[in-house]
C-alpha cells in the first residue's frame, strides 16, 4: 500500500498553532509529514520552539518531517540551532 504523506502548509501569521495542530494529528500520520514553509520569510523562537516540538514528537512516532519550499534565511536559523539535520529539504 502507498503511503500518502500529511501535508501542512504553515502560515507566517499561524506557524505555532498549526504545529500545535499537526501534533494532536501525528496518530494518524502514516510515514511521512510535510510542511509547507514556502510562505514563511522568517521564523522566530516561538515558532523554532514549536518546530523542535513537532519533530521530537515526530520522531517518537517514527514519521519522518520533510520541509518543503524553505528559503534560504529560515534554513540558516534551522542550521545555526541544529535543527537541520532532522529534516529532510524539497523545493
Not at 500500500?1 to 494518524?28: G, T, Y
Not at 518531517?65 to 534554513?75: E, K, Q, S
Request: net charge neutral.
Amino acid at each position: 500500500m502507498a503511503m500518502i504523506p500529511d501535508w501542512r502548509n504553515m502560515d507566517e501569521q499561524r506557524v505555532v498553532p498549526a504545529l500545535h495542530e499537526a501534533i494532536e494529528k501525528l496518530d494518524s500520520i502514516n510515514g511521512e509529514a510535510v510542511l509547507d514553509f514556502s510562505s514563511l520569510a522568517r521564523i522566530d523562537c516561538t515558532a523554532l520552539r514549536a518546530l523542535e516540538q513537532f519533530v521530537g514528537a515526530a520522531d517518537v512516532k517514527g514519521v519522518s518531517v520533510t520541509l518543503y519550499g524553505v528559503n534560504v534565511g529560515v534554513y540558516k536559523v534551522l542550521k545555526l540551532t541544529k535543527l537541520a539535520s532532522r529534516f529532510t529539504f524539497k523545493s
